[in-house]
C-alpha cells in the first residue's frame, strides 16, 4: 500500500507540474475521454506517459494503469477549466508567473538544442577531469574558518579587508555572527562531504590551501570561508569511479561550452548596466542562530563528486 500511494503521489505531481506540456493538445489520436467538451486523446495520453520517469512506465502499460493516468488526466483539466471560468489568467500576479514560465520552457528547449544534445564528453576528456578532481575526490574532511556576517554590503567590505592581508581571526572574533566560531577565530574544525549546504560545499572542497572564498550566501547569512587544510580518507582508482563521474564531466564541459556560447551571444549585443541603481533590496534572511555552524545547515544535498568509504 505504501508504494501504490507513493507512485499515484508522485504521478499527480508530475501531472500537476506539466500544466504547460497539457496546454498544447493536439487533437490527433483516439478519443479516450472528453471534459466538457475538452478532448483527450491516445496521443494525449502518450505523451504524458512520455513525461514519467522511465522506471514508472511500465506501471502504465496496461489498461488498469492507463485508466488510473487518464483520471488523473481528468482531475487536472477540471481544475484548468475552473480556473479559466474564474478568469484566473487575467490577474497580474498569474499571468507574470505565466510569462516566467514560458521564459523557462524557451530557455530549457534552447539550452537542449544547443548544449546538451551537441556537447559530449569523450572518455579522454573523463580521464582528464578525474586528474584533475582527484585531491578533491580523495579529500574525505577539510579543515576550515569562516566569518558568517548577516549583511551581504558588509560581508563584501570584510573580504575585501582579508584579501589586504588583515587578519582572518582578528575579523572573525570581531565581526562574526557566529559567536561559537567567532571566539575561535573562525575555526570550525575538520567538516566532512554532507555536513554542510550543497551551494557552501561546493566551495569548501574546490578551495586551496589558505585561499580565501568568495562571498557565499545560504539561509544563514553571508559565509566567508578559509581552507586550512585537507585530510585524505579514501584512495581512487579510475576504473571504479569513471562510470559515476562521467555526468559530472559531462556537466562541466556542456558549462563551458555555454559560458562560451553566451560570450559570443555578447559580442552581437548591445548590453546596458545601470549600476546606480544596485544594489536594490534582497528577500530578508531569517536571523542567523547564536551557533549557527556550517554542520546545523538542514539543506544536505548530495556530495557534488562520488566517493568511496
Avoid at 574544525?189 to 554542510?196: C, D, L
Wanted: charged share 30%.
Amino acid at each position: 500500500m505504501p508504494r501504490v500511494f507513493s507512485l499515484s503521489l508522485v504521478v499527480l505531481l508530475l501531472l500537476f507540474l506539466s500544466l504547460s506540456a497539457g496546454c498544447g493538445k493536439g487533437k490527433e489520436g483516439e478519443l479516450v475521454a472528453r471534459v466538457n467538451g475538452t478532448r483527450i486523446t491516445s496521443a494525449d495520453l502518450q505523451r504524458e506517459i512520455e513525461q514519467l520517469p522511465f522506471h514508472s512506465r511500465n506501471s502504465f502499460s496496461g489498461a488498469g494503469g492507463q485508466k488510473r493516468l487518464v483520471e488523473e488526466m481528468i482531475k487536472r483539466e477540471l481544475l484548468l477549466q475552473e480556473a479559466e471560468r474564474r478568469k484566473l489568467d487575467s490577474q497580474p500576479e498569474v499571468r507574470a508567473q505565466l510569462a516566467e514560465s514560458r521564459r523557462g520552457i524557451l530557455l530549457n528547449a534552447l539550452l537542449t538544442q544547443e548544449i546538451i544534445q551537441k556537447v559530449q564528453v569523450s572518455e579522454p576528456e573523463v580521464r582528464a577531469y578525474f586528474d584533475r578532481h582527484r585531491e578533491e575526490l580523495e579529500t574525505g574532511e577539510v579543515h576550515l574558518k569562516q566569518i558568517l556576517l548577516s549583511d551581504e554590503a558588509q560581508a563584501e567590505e570584510i573580504r575585501s579587508r582579508l584579501m589586504r592581508n588583515e587578519s582572518f581571526e582578528d575579523l572573525a572574533r570581531q565581526y562574526s555572527v557566529d559567536r561559537a566560531s567567532g571566539s575561535r577565530g573562525g575555526d570550525l574544525g575538520f567538516v566532512s562531504r554532507g555536513q554542510m549546504s550543497p551551494e557552501l560545499e561546493r566551495v569548501a572542497f574546490s578551495l586551496r590551501p589558505q585561499e580565501i572564498s568568495p562571498v557565499i550566501r545560504s539561509s544563514k547569512g553571508f559565509h566567508i570561508l578559509k581552507l586550512i587544510g585537507r585530510k585524505k580518507t579514501i584512495s581512487l582508482r579510475y576504473e571504479e569511479v569513471k562510470d559515476r563521474l562521467r555526468p559530472f564531466a559531462q556537466a562541466e564541459k556542456q558549462r563551458e561550452a555555454l559560458e562560451g556560447w553566451i560570450g559570443e551571444l555578447r559580442k552581437r549585443s548591445r548590453i546596458q548596466v545601470y549600476e546606480a541603481r544596485l544594489p536594490v533590496p534582497l528577500p530578508s534572511l531569517p536571523p542567523a542562530s547564536p551557533g549557527g555552524s556550517l554542520s546545523e545547515d538542514k539543506d544536505r544535498g548530495t556530495p557534488p563528486f562520488p566517493t568511496k568509504k
